[in-house]
């Protein structure tokens, strides 16, 4: 087990410098240049010259990239170049709201999914397995942003049941923080829940038919503890896969839905960030969405293994 | 290692944010939450460049002088002030008893440290406003000299503004310290700023007009998109919220618990010719008969009516209707598609394909849909061309355009509307156009003393300016706000700035 972990960290080192030189470069290949984004409508000549100097901006882009690696290897983020704050106090504020989000959007992801799944596999083809994926389908075509904007006009504007949006931290008012994150992540989980239903579904179908389980049911036991203990174990490994991606991505910020709801996360720091071509910001935020990504995919490995007892003998 | 040490980092943010981000929970009474359309840039008055900001910086801040609906001057931390006879000298008087935030007494000595920072900072976005100041004199305690170059008739305006802005001066050595927690001398004081969430301020009792600011705390949340804006103002979330939608000004007039207030702003709209910059300055736009073809194609009213809901002012110029230096009498070119077509074939013209660039978002995309059509019944095929600002502000720069759609906020000063467009060297003169007549007159109008003086000059350079149509002016800049009937006591001013003296929430 331990080597799995180890070999997987290893590999996540390239991954990281390729994920990392891969975005600078792209940036270089917008068009737009930080630096007069950043004087807006101050277009003085010299003060532009002279911040492109400091932030290097003047040098070929292997040096800027250099450089920044270098800082990096440091501990050094950088500085954001439109409000010069630092690029990790910047991550470390929008972080927690991110995992905050994704977390419950997972909660409500599997709770609507997982459940569903089971039920459409185990009455496939009935009014409830059809009944099921009408609503999963919808639940994966219905946009975000509209479906969040139609959420505040009902939930907040003409019922005043939740706040219409913004962030409350945990630790300031517990219940008043999930009360203003519960619209965003229900969004967010019902697009996930259908997609996790349907591969769930999907898993469940195909275990359902294997030999072993026949041969329970002809040993006599109830239907709902084969579904449950027989199938459903088995079929955990692919819903893992896809849980982990899901929550991946999760963490990389929700850009539509954070902007709908102006939560102060990943994906409205990163998309205002692109917009100014503020390229230290992007260079962090990416560098910390892909080192997550590592992160919950080598979970997922581990639970792997834990889940399936063949994998742990080899 | 490198992992290592961001994790390090990145735990030690998290248990930093749960402490700072706390403040903004609770809303007690007397908390004003005014929603932004965009989220602040610098907080540091030296480093600003964003109009965002200035309404940050008109709660926290006070300028030297301020100025009044009227686009008069009136006295703010400086009560008098007067010019030397060659222009050369101001001569502020500064208000006794004011204290900074931090218990720091303002006085001359201040006012040095803080201009003398605003032209020496090697980043700051004040050097070329404050480029006619030779030097500044501590006269005594309360008296200070700004001694010019060169007569400078804009200089009033630009210490109106945050050029004027007095930080603490012990806070000034540490530049990153300025923009993460300003300390100024205005009615409200820093608390917090969480990037793209909030900035909250809270009363400074030892302000010397405190009395005037029942509001307690002030809280402002950027939120970029204004549908959004509107329901967090209806569900009770907001109190008031700026920039609203014009498509959301018939709503929210029939709103009952709703208020609409707007004013024509300082700034414009409008289309820049590349006449000049760069090779794809090669167009028939070089030839001044094909820009006022563009011209008389347009129907301002029409644009106004259609996706302004009567709140886009059709402007002819670059100075506002509320300045003393508006020309009435430059004539407004009306929509006469039989003439512009005319032209056009003087020109050498039938047909002309032409590529509009802009900033992509609802409204300016709007408008050059419309603009593209009004064109087209004169013979002029319009090809969008939309980028993200960014990308537009580069095209601009670079000469990367043929016509390009771009606002400007304003300035109180005609000059600052005006000169750094028009003349051959301006800097946001992006189209390169260049007429020694205009430059002379521009330059001329900056060093005269009055109104009296610099007007004729203003009026004779715009009236060259409307003859050759570098710039085809669309609309002034509004200032739509809304607010719930709770606030009381807001005026609002053509600068777009919330001044909140005397303004409190009900209830």
């Known amino acids: ?314 | 290692m490198r992992t290592l040490t961001i994790a390090a980092a990145l735990t030690i943010g998290i248990a930093a944010t749960s402490i700072t981000t706390g403040a903004a929970a609770q809303t007690p009474a007397q908390t004003l939450r005014i929603g932004l359309q965009e989220d602040v840039g610098s907080l540091d008055p030296a480093r600003s460049a964003q109009v965002v900001d200035r309404i940050v910086f008109a709660s926290l801040c006070n300028a030297l002088v301020d100025i009044g609906p009227d686009l008069k001057f009136v006295p703010m931390l400086a009560t008098s002030w007067s010019t030397s006879t060659d222009g050369k000298t101001l001569t502020f008087k500064l208000r006794q008893g004011v204290k900074f935030q931090d218990g720091e007494p303002f006085d001359a000595a201040a006012v040095k440290a803080n201009l003398d920072r605003y032209r020496t900072l090697p980043t700051s976005n004040r050097k070329s406003e404050l480029a006619s100041v030779d030097h500044v004199d501590v006269i005594d305690p309360s008296t200070v000299a700004i001694v010019l170059k060169a007569p400078d008739a804009a200089l009033l305006a630009t210490l109106s503004d945050r050029a004027g802005m007095m930080l603490a001066p012990n806070t000034l050595a540490d530049p990153a310290g300025v923009a993460t927690h300003p300390v100024c001398s205005g009615p409200y004081k820093f608390v917090q700023r969480v990037q793209n969430d909030r900035i909250v301020l809270e009363k400074f009792d030892g302000y010397w007009d405190a009395s005037h600011y029942p509001i307690q705390r002030v809280l402002f949340q950027p939120i970029p998109d204004s549908t959004v804006r509107l329901a967090n103002l209806r569900s009770g979330s907001l109190d008031m919220l700026e920039r609203l939608a014009p498509s959301d000004v018939n709503a929210l007039k029939q709103d009952a618990n709703l208020r609409f207030v707007s004013v024509s702003g300082l700034g414009f709209y409008n289309m820049t010719f590349n006449v000049g910059n760069g090779p794809r300055s090669n167009t028939p736009l070089k030839d001044k008969r094909v820009r006022e073809a563009f011209e008389l194609a347009i129907d301002r009213d029409a644009i106004n009516q259609v996706i302004g809901a009567g709140i886009f002012a059709p402007a002819n110029q670059a100075l506002p209707k509320s300045s003393p230096y508006y020309d009435a009498a430059l004539p407004f070119t009306h929509r006469d598609v039989a003439k512009a077509k005319a032209l056009l074939k003087a020109a050498g013209h039938e047909h002309l394909d032409v590529e509009f660039t802009f900033g992509n978002n609802t409204v300016a995309s709007q408008i050059a849909q419309m603009l593209q059509a009004m064109l087209s019944e004169a013979g002029i095929n319009l090809k969008l061309r939309p980028t993200d600002y960014a990308a537009a502000l580069n095209a601009a720069h670079n000469g990367d355009f043929e016509v390009l759609f771009t606002g400007w906020s304003g300035r109180v000063d005609p000059d600052g509307n005006l000169h750094q467009f028009n003349t051959c060297a301006g800097n946001l003169n992006y189209g390169h156009y260049c007429n020694a007549e205009v430059d002379r007159l521009l330059n001329d109008a900056r060093v005269k003393p009055d109104v009296a003086t610099r007007k004729p000059l203003y009026d004779a350079a715009q009236k060259l300016l409307a003859d050759e149509d570098p710039i085809v002016y669309l609309y002034a800049q509004p200032w739509p706000f809304a607010l719930s009937k709770k606030v009381q006591g807001f005026t609002p001013y053509p600068d777009g700035l919330i001044r909140l003296r005397g303004v409190s929430v009900k209830g």
Request: net charge positive; charged share 15%; proline share 5%.
């Open chain 1, 1 to 314: 087990m331990l080597r799995v972990i180890a070999n997987r960290l290893l590999v996540a080192v390239p991954t990281l410098i390729l994920v990392s030189m891969l975005i600078f470069g792209l940036q270089k290949l917008l068009p737009g240049d930080p630096v007069l984004a950043m004087a807006g409508e101050e277009q003085d000549a010299q003060m532009i010259a002279t911040l492109r100097a400091k932030y290097h901006l003047d040098e070929p882009v292997p040096v800027q990239y250099a450089l920044w690696v270098r800082d990096v290897a440091h501990g050094n983020l950088g500085v954001s170049l439109r409000t010069d704050v630092p690029v990790a106090s910047l991550i470390a504020q929008k972080l927690p709201v991110t995992i905050q989000l994704a977390v419950m959007a997972m909660v409500f992801a599997l709770g609507i999914g997982i459940p569903a799944g089971i039920v459409s596999a185990a009455h496939r083809g009935s009014a409830l397995d059809y009944g099921a994926n009408v609503v999963a389908l919808s639940g994966m075509s219905i946009p975000n942003f509209w479906l969040g904007i139609m959420l505040i006009f009902l939930v907040s504007v003409r019922w005043h049941l939740l706040p219409s949006s913004g962030y409350v931290p945990p630790t300031d008012d517990f219940w008043l923080s999930i009360k203003t994150m519960l619209m965003p992540a229900f969004v967010l989980g019902a697009a996930l829940g259908a997609q996790l239903m349907r591969h769930t579904r999907s898993a469940m179908l195909s275990v359902l038919r294997a030999d072993y389980i026949r041969t329970a049911r002809a040993k006599g036991l109830l239907r709902g503890a084969v579904i449950v203990r027989h199938a459903f174990r088995n079929a955990l490994v692919p819903i893992v896969t896809v849980l982990a991606l899901l929550f991946g991505e999760l963490l990389g910020g929700a850009v539509l839905t954070e902007q709908v709801f102006t939560i102060p996360g990943f994906g409205k720091l990163v998309v205002d960030a692109v917009f100014n071509r503020d390229y230290a910001v992007v260079q962090g935020v990416v560098l910390v969405t892909a080192l997550s990504f590592l992160i919950v995919n080598l979970a997922a490995d581990v639970l792997y293994i834990l889940l399936n007892p063949r994998l742990r003998r080899s």
